[in-house]
């Protein structure tokens, strides 16, 4: 079972097992376990479990991949069973991708805030069509971008997560350029940007292994992040880059903090720390 950090402390109650995509190149988290939705009665049973051991929790996250790739009208059942379960029921949050997000309609997304749905964990990975479809990821920035819009308009959150370094070298200019330019249509609540960390057994790493896909350096991962920050027009998005695969911690508010953000990242390439040939030191784990 995945969650994201921030759900550390939330109750998890697995809905699914797997990704109903799970042909993602750089994404190992599901590889060898088949898509399955779990039947109401063990979502039922879970649930009473999870009550009977934490009964005044506040908050809940539904996994696994893409929970938001449910019928809707399985969701607001699964939101009444944890609203009579918890009393002090405050959010319930699940990942969610953009094809999932097509498929909701503008009501179905109001119902589901109503009905104790928060926050959408979104994995946007880049603004660039083309980058995402060497990647495999299905669906198109559009997708995402509308239905970024569309939830928020809502009432819900959505956190976009987006990979430093998932275009390479070849494609790292068109990544940046055309990340911020969606994440500025979208006006997310919340943005994690992560560094792409190559994991063995997928398609990524063995492109890496024959030279077909050349990864950033450290220094240019840097480099990267702050073009990314600095294309950014955001009106009200906590920002964080406090992810063990980045090279600098990073945390702020935006607009407030940019300038702050900017400058620490220009003295992180000016101090001559950052390795130029490659790498540099990548996280044991994930």
């Keep these: 079972m ?95 991708s953009g094809q999932a997000m097509a498929q909701k309609s503008d009501a179905q997304f109001r119902t589901l805030r109503r009905q104790g749905l928060h926050t959408l964990y979104l994995g946007l990975e880049s603004g660039s069509d083309e980058v995402l479809r060497r990647m495999g990821k299905s669906g198109t920035v559009r997708d995402m971008v509308d239905g970024c819009v569309r939830a928020q308009n809502a009432g819900l959150s959505v956190s976009v997560m987006v990979l430093v370094g998932i275009g390479g070298r070849e494609l790292s200019a068109t990544h940046a350029r055309q990340t911020a330019v969606a994440l500025n249509a979208m006006q997310p609540a919340l943005l994690s940007c992560l560094r ?39 009106a009200r998005t906590v920002f964080r880059a406090d992810h063990s695969s980045n090279v600098l911690s990073l945390s702020g508010r935006l607009p407030r903090d940019a300038d702050r953000l900017l400058q620490e990242l220009g003295e992180l390439l000016q101090c001559g720390v950052l390795d130029k040939d490659g790498p540099g030191p990548m996280p044991a784990m994930l």
């Design 196 to 234: 792409l960390v190559p994991v063995p057994g997928t398609p990524l790493a063995r492109r890496i292994a024959d030279g077909s896909f050349i990864p950033l350096t450290q220094e240019q991962s840097v480099l990267e992040l702050r073009e990314i920050l600095a294309g950014l027009e955001l």
């Design 2 to 96: 995945f969650r994201p950090p921030a759900e550390a402390d939330s109750v998890l109650i697995r809905v699914a097992d797997g990704c109903p995509h799970n042909a993602c190149a750089f994404c190992a988290m599901y590889r060898r376990v088949p898509y399955r939705v779990h039947d109401p009665a063990a979502v039922e049973q879970s649930i009473k479990l999870a009550a009977a051991a934490r009964p005044d929790s506040r908050r809940v996250f539904l996994a696994d991949g893409d929970v938001l790739a449910l019928p809707a009208s399985s969701l607001e059942d699964i939101l009444t069973r944890l609203r009579q379960a918890f009393p002090l029921l405050a959010r319930v949050n699940c990942y969610a």
